[in-house]
């Protein structure tokens, strides 16, 4: 995957397999005057070549005060692809080996839609592991007791022979992948730029990389996030495109409702899709440095 300038690649062992992250490194981010910066971890979500390139034009404008941990997740970028039907508990429990192996103190975790859901659950399981939450579009895609595993897509990619053929000539191509960012993650068409594409079309086409997203498109790592949220006790800020497609913004003021405790922020945004962070990553950066303060003071 495309690698942001002055960052390296590095890896941890998870109990399923190699997990990729990326980190600051070198003189262009050292700080002296800052002897033990804290850390952001930056989550990303699923979707057909979904990686850490999803938060690259965000992360690095953090760099020089926080040390940046950025991974692939299992099954996606260039981390290790097993062949397997993924469950939401091989998310919940490499997102906990990773911040375990990582960090040595809480952290703040920034994270985007399924995954930020599933990190809410990480959270409220181990919430010594949470200084923070900032997350986008954090839904469970089954939120309120709908049921995405029923859409009709969904059921399409259920077939066995028809997943493979979908994914290979509808999803891991240049132009499968560009019509889904056009029409479906972002809100304008014009935002989409051929290294966005480029980048979601690397990881696609990573030996085995339908394996994790045929399992996300199926709704195998759905769920009703309303029934757990109350639980959260990490302080947490919601960012949350208006135009989402796949969960509106009627959905994030339910969730955030449901926990006024914890959920201490919802800002909704207009004209932006399910990925703000790439969408507009400078009004990402923005809120993520006015949140801050929010969810740790």
């Known amino acids: 995957m495309l690698q942001a300038q002055g960052f390296e690649q590095r890896s941890i062992m998870t109990s399923l397999g190699r997990m990729v992250y990326y980190t600051a490194t070198g003189t262009l ?26 938060w690259s ?4 404008a953090f760099a020089s005060e926080y040390r940046i941990l950025a991974p692939d997740l299992i099954g996606w970028g260039k981390s290790e692809h097993p062949v397997r039907n993924y469950q939401i ?37 181990h919430p010594e592991l949470f200084k923070s939450l900032i997350l986008t579009t954090p839904a469970g895609l089954s939120d309120f007791g709908t049921d995405y595993s029923q859409s009709f897509f969904a059921q399409l990619v259920s077939v066995p022979i028809i997943d493979r053929l979908l994914y290979s000539t509808g999803i891991a191509t240049e132009a499968g992948i560009r019509n889904f960012l056009e029409q479906r993650q972002f809100a304008q068409a014009s935002r989409v730029y051929q290294e966005i594409v ?35 006790t990490t302080p947490t800020a919601m960012i949350w495109g208006q135009k ?8 994030g003021r339910r969730l955030a409702e449901k926990n006024p405790q914890a959920i201490r922020v919802f800002q909704e945004l207009e004209d932006v899709g399910l990925t703000p962070q790439l969408e507009l990553p400078a009004v990402t950066i923005g809120l993520i440095r006015q949140f801050l303060p929010l969810v740790n003071g």
């Open 29 to 54: 981010w050292q700080d002296e005057a800052i002897a033990k910066p804290e850390t952001l971890v930056f989550l990303h979500g699923f979707g057909g070549g979904s990686s850490a390139y999803e």
């Open 57 to 60: 034009k965000v992360y690095p």
């Open 89 to 125: 508990d091989d998310y919940l429990t490499t997102i906990r080996e990773f911040l375990q192996q990582t960090c040595i103190e809480p952290v703040t975790v920034i994270a985007s839609s399924l995954t930020a859901a599933l990190t809410i659950r990480v959270a409220i399981a």
């Open 198 to 232: 480029e980048a979601y079309l690397q990881s696609a086409q990573q030996p085995n990389a339908e394996y994790a997203a045929l399992s996300f498109v199926r709704g195998d790592l759905c769920f009703d996030l309303s029934v757990d949220i109350e639980k959260l």
């Open 244 to 251: 989402s497609q796949f969960t509106g913004p009627e959905i």
